[in-house]
């Protein structure tokens, strides 16, 4: 089975443009988190997406927005970009039930993002 | 709210020697699962061991193995025979009702 991949792998950006990541969770695999690597804060939850819809969402502003396809791809968008957005963007793919504990998450490679 | 901590900044450790990293979590949940990850330099995170919190038997996959204490919220990695691929940042994961919740990471140099 195919692991799970993000698109693009290395991204430059400047102050005030947009991103937009893309996520491909494993085959099988409804439920889509991403998380923010930082080596200040380490490893920050963004939000997650079960079903189209979303789940949980972590304690960041409003720039930062997600969506999940019907074929579980998930995408996020950061608007209005800012140097501390600067961070590696991970994303995980998990068997998550429908409630209860999260299963456990496999992660993709990350998308190095740099805002300048 | 879950918290995870690695009081272990960095260690170090001869190649072919054993290891143990140290992770503490606090939660108020009585069902959870408990994660280590390995982080290599090329930063893709995978899954090194996972223990299920109503499982008193300590999980273990081959060279890996966990201390798992419940009462003291203590969940531990080691390391045994220890090879240079090993050096990574290894993350320990406490996961129940709410999203995943990671410690700071603990650095892992193996020397030659």
């Known amino acids: 089975k195919a692991g799970v991949t993000q698109t693009p792998r290395y991204l430059i950006k400047t102050r005030g443009q947009q991103v937009t990541l893309s996520c491909s969770p494993i085959?099988?695999?409804?439920?889509v988190s991403w998380y923010q690597q930082t080596p200040g804060q380490g490893l920050q939850f963004l939000f997650e997406?079960?079903?189209?819809?979303?789940?949980n969402k972590g304690n960041f502003p409003g720039r930062f927005s997600g969506r999940q396809f019907s074929n579980s791809r998930s995408e996020m968008n950061v608007s209005t970009l800012e140097l501390g957005d600067s961070a590696l963007y991970l994303c995980a793919s998990s068997l998550a039930p429908p409630t209860g504990i999260q299963e456990t998450q496999y992660f993709g490679p990350g998308t190095r993002l740099l805002v300048l | 709210a879950q918290t995870v901590t690695q009081s272990q900044p960095e260690m170090s450790v001869q190649e072919a020697e054993t290891v143990t990293l140290s992770c503490t979590y606090d939660t108020s949940e009585s069902n959870y699962y408990l994660f280590w990850y390995k982080q290599p330099p090329s930063r893709q995170m995978i899954l090194v061991i996972r223990q299920e919190a109503y499982k008193q038997q300590n999980a273990t996959e081959n060279r890996f193995s966990v201390n798992f204490q419940k009462a003291a919220k203590s969940f531990s990695l080691k390391i045994s025979d220890s090879q240079l691929g090993d050096t990574a940042m290894y993350f320990c994961?406490?996961?129940?009702?709410?999203?995943?919740?990671f410690g700071k990471g603990t650095r892992l140099s193996v020397i030659a």
């Open positions: 994961a406490f996961s129940g009702n709410t999203p995943l919740v």
């Open positions: 085959s099988g695999h409804r439920s």
């Open positions: 997406y079960f079903s189209e819809t979303q789940r």
